[in-house]
């Protein structure tokens, strides 16, 4: 696909939201629509195993899924309410230094399509989804069964009903045998659908997306999800101190009007190295008015919690779209030169 169709298909997809509206005029007076959602949500700043080698992949793997299942029942435990959503940092089950320790691609991609995920590796935290009627967001390494030999870098939601939403890496740097979905478009869209890049999906919390680590450091990925009606983005992350993660955090919860929730890892621990590798940046909660409402960073681990009030994403709109949102005619024919 040429550039300039990619970037039309973009420009329309971005035209409207959920209701069939810019998201700028999505938002409803107080007195015209039932009682939002109002809810508390967590986000993680842990470690993870790094499996050491393929023979110890089973293992580390069923150690990295209870480690998770132990997180969420402390965050039960102590915040001050059971939040109804969790983040996790990027491939809480094998780590992003998988490669380093030579355990190929094909030997950790999970295929989210076609195998129930509460019968396989992560019926763990499913089973705490049901516990706690909660929702829980990280990432893996993915195959399709539609395109043999393609893997993705996968950002995921999982809930009591199972898988709820997946979405594959648009166009941030990943491993050489990650797959990016810029460059098989066409495919894709054929196998899952028109609304099958970067989706949204309706819960009982609110319209959820979720990206994965460099997604957010492309502002037009943030405006498309809010412009598609995204009202909550679930940011699985592993950052550095190189990248202004808090600033381009609350830019994009003020410019998109979104709740914006980053879990990150804190550190990766190697079974064969005892000396630990610690990680930059913070787990973070920021409003849609792109205040900075929670935060876990350095080498403190744990969660950090804060309320989510969709009223709050309404008159966020309402009272600053009109500086915000683009003017779509504009900038996409200036795009498309």
């Not at 990295?64 to 915040?79: L, P, S, T």
């Not at 001050?80 to 030579?102: K, M």
Request: glycine content about 6%; charged content about 20%.
């Amino acid at each position: 696909m040429k550039r300039r169709d990619v970037l039309r298909k973009l420009s329309a997809l971005t035209a409207v939201g959920v209701s069939g509206l810019p998201f700028a005029a999505s938002a409803l007076s107080k007195d015209s629509r039932s009682p939002r959602p109002v809810y508390q949500a967590a986000v993680m700043r842990v470690p993870v195993l790094v499996p050491p080698s393929l023979d110890a992949l089973n293992d580390i793997r069923r150690r990295n899924a209870e480690a998770m299942v132990d997180e969420i029942e402390k965050v039960a435990r102590f915040a001050a309410q059971t939040p109804h959503v969790i983040v996790f940092p990027v491939l809480q089950y094998t780590s992003s230094r998988r490669a380093v320790s030579g355990v190929p691609m094909e030997a950790v991609a999970i295929d989210l399509v076609s195998e129930p995920l509460d019968q396989g590796i992560f019926s763990p935290v499913i089973d705490a989804c049901r516990r706690h009627n909660l929702y829980v967001a990280t990432s893996t390494q993915e195959k399709v069964p539609q395109l043999p030999g393609t893997y993705f870098h996968t950002g995921f939601i999982m809930g009591p009903e199972g898988l709820v939403l997946r979405s594959p890496k648009v166009q941030a740097p990943s491993a050489p045998t990650v797959s990016y979905l810029r460059d098989i478009m066409t495919d894709y869209e054929d196998i899952f659908g028109p609304d099958s890049i970067m989706p949204v999906a309706k819960t009982s919390i609110g319209n959820l997306a979720c990206y994965v680590e460099g997604e957010a450091q492309v502002l037009e990925a943030s405006r498309l999800l809010a412009t598609k009606g995204a009202e909550v983005i679930l940011h699985t992350s592993l950052e550095s101190d190189e990248v202004p993660w808090r600033a381009l955090k609350q830019s994009i919860g003020y410019q998109c009007h979104v709740y914006l929730l980053t879990g990150t890892t804190s550190r990766n621990i190697y079974a064969d190295n005892p000396d630990e590798e610690w990680a930059g940046g913070s787990a973070t909660i920021v409003g849609p008015d792109g205040k900075l409402l929670a935060e876990k960073k350095g080498q403190d681990e744990g969660f950090a919690t804060a309320e989510i009030n969709l009223a709050a994403v309404d008159e966020a709109r309402a009272e600053f779209s009109r500086d915000t949102v683009p003017a779509w005619s504009l900038y996409s024919d200036l795009y498309n030169r």
